[in-house]
């Protein structure tokens, strides 16, 4: 099976959704920032990744809460 990329504007990287699932790991501390390899700054991580359509651990703040994260209609036309 292919893993979706998509471009993270938070890391300015493209990334698959275990790195976006780990994102949102350390944004919720959940694990340490060391253990991800890149930094980004906290804050701006609840501002960027609550409105984001590909975050894969959604708050109940987000527009995207309960919605299906494995969708394969976000990340690519089949």
Known sequence: MKHPIYACPLIGQEVCEGICYEVQAV??????MSALGVT???????????????????????????????????????
Do not use: E
Not at 27 to 32: C, D, E, S
């Open 27 to 32: 944004r919720l501390g959940l694990l340490q």
């Open 40 to 78: 980004f700054d906290r804050t701006q991580a609840d501002i960027m990744c609550d409105i984001c359509p590909f975050n894969q651990l959604p708050t109940v703040d987000s527009p995207y809460f309960l919605q299906d994260p494995c969708n394969s209609n976000r990340f690519f036309n089949d």
